[in-house]
Nanobody, 123 residues
Framework: QVQVVESGGGLVQPGGSLGLSCAAS????????MGWYRQAPGRQRELVAT??????????????YYADSVKGRFTISRDNAKNTVYLQMNSLKPEDTAVYYC??????????WGQGTQVTVSS
């Protein structure tokens, strides 16, 4: 099994920056990808960014994906020694306001989800 725990988020003014962290524990080598989804009130959950594993050594860092709405503003990165993935969010906009959920895709076992963290962009 894999567990993920998020941290970060909060309130920021438009144009500001925030960082999210997601720490994984358990069967780390079974993780094929990690990233974030977000869900705003009244909207469907959407994929924000993801980083896949390098299948050769089973550590994260194979490739990254970003939703078009966040390209150039958000950066996903990882620290394999800490089993942690980071999402740096810059130039935040009010439409980025949502609950952000970290996930870990687990080979043959679906996904594990974090509890969610609120990001609010408002003046």
């Amino acid at each position: 099994q894999v567990q993920v725990v998020e941290s970060g988020g909060g309130l920021v003014q438009p144009g500001g920056s925030l960082g999210l962290s997601c720490a994984a524990s358990g069967s780390i080598f079974s993780i094929s990808a990690m990233g974030w989804y977000r869900q705003a009130p009244g909207r469907q959950r959407e994929l924000v960014a993801t980083i896949t594993s390098d299948e050769a050594n089973l550590t994260l860092g194979g490739s990254t994906y970003y939703a078009d709405s966040v390209k150039g503003r958000f950066t996903i990165s990882r620290d394999n020694a800490k089993n942690t993935v980071y999402l740096q969010m810059n130039s935040l906009k009010p439409e980025d306001t949502a609950v952000y959920y970290c996930y870990a895709a687990v080979r043959g076992a679906g996904a594990s989800w974090g509890q969610g963290t609120q990001v609010t962009v408002s003046s």
